[in-house]
Each structure stands twice: as structure tokens, then as C-alpha cells.
């Protein structure tokens, strides 16, 4: 169900990773993967997207990895608008990030959000909705473009306090039925060690393809699993996934 071979989500030095393209290749290489997708973050401001592309494909001649182009974008609208580069051609992948909590007043950030939590501005249920509603629409939105991922799953509610145990089932079915029809594939992160496998299991259960990411920013952590792996031996034993 998750394909430890692929590592769906590494950052390069264009952005906040620290190793070159081809730098990252090799590493794959060395770790023994079938399958890399890049993904930088990007936004309107983004100078250097040709070049990154260009870069991955030049790599792709010198090697038997597939390796895809994708990046990584921030959604900034209570409407799912994304922070979006201002030219998506090319790019095989983008995946959809949540790093500040969308609202009519703005955008805050988790730390924002879990002070208001805690002097009873907001409630966590609030937040989880918003959450899921902008995360949902989001996919839907990007996935007009390219094929979408969802990454980080839920990272946004851990940063502000608020556990996944804590999100109510109707919220993990809203989420993952989002992905379905969108086709959006769920990022599994070794970085982030998201999500948990209650919705990892909702998203096996609800058609969902998972995929296998370190979201590494160097070279030593391409294609490295821990957690991503216990989380595939928690699947592989259980009876609701078998």
C-alpha cells in the first residue's frame, strides 16, 4: 500500500533543501529507489522555477530513477487559493501545503491559532473544520492544473496543539473524500511523522493512494524511513486494511 522504493517529496538547494539535483539522484541511487519527486516551495515571487525544471530533466537523461517535477504551494484563501507561481508548465506534480490557518481577517499562525484556543477566542472543533474545509478546497482547486498531493496532513492542527486523536470521524471522512475525488495522493512524511495511522487507514479504506516521502532537505535523508515504515507494518497487520 505504501512504496517504500519511491520517495514522493525532496527539496534541493533552488529552495530549502542543501544538495543540487543531481546530488540527490545520486544519493536516491545509493539508497537502492525506483522513483523521486522534487518538490520545492514556491510562491508569486518564485524566480527560479525554469531552471529547477530544467535542471530535473537534465538529471533525468543521466539516470534509470523516474523522476518527477513538482513543487510545493502554500494554500492562502479561505477559498482554497493557493500561493501559486506565476507559470505552472511543466511541472508533473504540485503539492498542497497548509503552513497558516486561513480566515476571513487573515492568515494566522499556529502559535497564533493556539493562543486563541487557549483564551477561549477559538475552539479547537472550529479550527479542525477550517482546516479541513480549505485543505479540501485547495485540492480541488490545484488539481485543475497537475496531479495533486496532499502534504503534511493535518501538520497544521499538531503546531497549533491540537492532536489528530482529537479530530472527529466525520472530519477524516470530509478530508479523505476530498482527496478521492480529486484525486489527490496523501503524502506519508518521514520529516514530519504525518499523519497518524487512524487517517492513514481512512484513506486505504476511502480508495486514497498513499505515498512514501521524506521530505528531505539533504541528501543523506532521500529515501530514509523510519516512521514511514512502521506506519506500512501497521497497515500490513491490520484487519481493516488487509
Excluded: K
Excluded at 514522493?8 to 545520486?26: E, I, P, Q
Amino acid at each position: 500500500m505504501i512504496d517504500l522504493a519511491a520517495d514522493g517529496h525532496v527539496h534541493t538547494a533552488f529552495s530549502s533543501g542543501r544538495d543540487s539535483v543531481s546530488v540527490l539522484v545520486a544519493s536516491a541511487e545509493q539508497a537502492g529507489l525506483t522513483e523521486v519527486t522534487f518538490a520545492d516551495r514556491v510562491g508569486p515571487d518564485t524566480s527560479w522555477l525554469s531552471p529547477y525544471l530544467s535542471s530535473i530533466q537534465r538529471a533525468q537523461q543521466r539516470t534509470d530513477l523516474v523522476l518527477r517535477r513538482g513543487v510545493e504551494v502554500e494554500a492562502i484563501g479561505i477559498d482554497g487559493w493557493l500561493a501559486f507561481p506565476s507559470d505552472l508548465n511543466g511541472l508533473e506534480v504540485i503539492s498542497v501545503g497548509l503552513n497558516r490557518l486561513p480566515l476571513p481577517a487573515g492568515l494566522l499562525s499556529p502559535d497564533a491559532v493556539r493562543g486563541l484556543i487557549d483564551n477561549g477566542t477559538m475552539r479547537a472543533l472550529d479550527v479542525i473544520d477550517q482546516v479541513v474545509t480549505v485543505t479540501g478546497l485547495a485540492v480541488e482547486r490545484v488539481s485543475r492544473y497537475a496531479p495533486t498531493r496532499l502534504a503534511r496532513p493535518l501538520d497544521f492542527l499538531a503546531r497549533a496543539g491540537i492532536d489528530e486523536a482529537a479530530v472527529p470521524d466525520s472530519a477524516l471522512v470530509e478530508l479523505v473524500e476530498a482527496c478521492r475525488a480529486n484525486g489527490t495522493v496523501v503524502e506519508v512524511s518521514e520529516r514530519h511523522r504525518l499523519p497518524g495511522l487512524r487517517f492513514v487507514q481512512a484513506c486505504v479504506e476511502g480508495g486514497v493512494r498513499l505515498v512514501a516521502v521524506s521530505d528531505g532537505v539533504r541528501a543523506s535523508e532521500v529515501g530514509y524511513y523510519r516512521y514511514v515504515r512502521e506506519i506500512a507494518a501497521a497497515l500490513h497487520r491490520s484487519p481493516a486494511t488487509a
